[in-house]
């Protein structure tokens, strides 16, 4: 069992930056596989990005490539997604998830373990 806890969340004016951390607790986060995903009123969830246990290996979604960078911290037991050149569609909830394995999932159905979320908001 892992929990995961979001923040870094906020307000942000088009083309700024905000940096999301995920901290976990519970068993050992070295051996979790983490993703970012985000979800806007209406909308589906979405994947955002995902990064592999080791930090090795990283994956994006089509529309936050170049933008965003995610990054983890084992011995933080944290993952960060920084985000740059924000734009008013990234304005969602981001919700980080973690499963077990060392496979990148792009699938929320694949995650096993959900934080809260913390809403990003980005004015126009």
């Known amino acids: 069992q892992v929990q995961l806890v979001e923040s870094g969340g906020g307000l942000v004016q088009a083309g700024g930056s905000l940096r999301l951390s995920c901290a976990a607790s519970?068993?050992?986060?070295?051996?979790?596989?983490t993703g970012w995903f985000r979800q806007a009123p209406g909308k589906e969830r979405e994947f955002v990005a995902g990064?592999?246990?080791?930090?090795?290996?990283?994956y994006y979604g089509d529309s936050v490539k170049g933008r965003f960078t995610i990054s983890r911290d084992n011995g933080k037991n944290t993952v960060y997604l920084q985000m740059n050149s924000l734009k008013p569609e990234d304005t969602a909830v981001y919700y980080c998830?973690?499963?077990?394995?060392?496979?990148?999932?792009?699938?929320?159905?694949?995650?096993?373990?959900w934080g809260q979320g913390t809403q990003v908001t980005v004015s126009s």
């Open positions: 519970g068993r050992t986060f070295s051996s979790y596989t």
């Open positions: 998830a973690a499963r077990t394995g060392s496979v990148v999932f792009t699938t929320r159905e694949r995650y096993d373990y």
């Open positions: 990064i592999g246990w080791s930090g090795g290996s990283t």
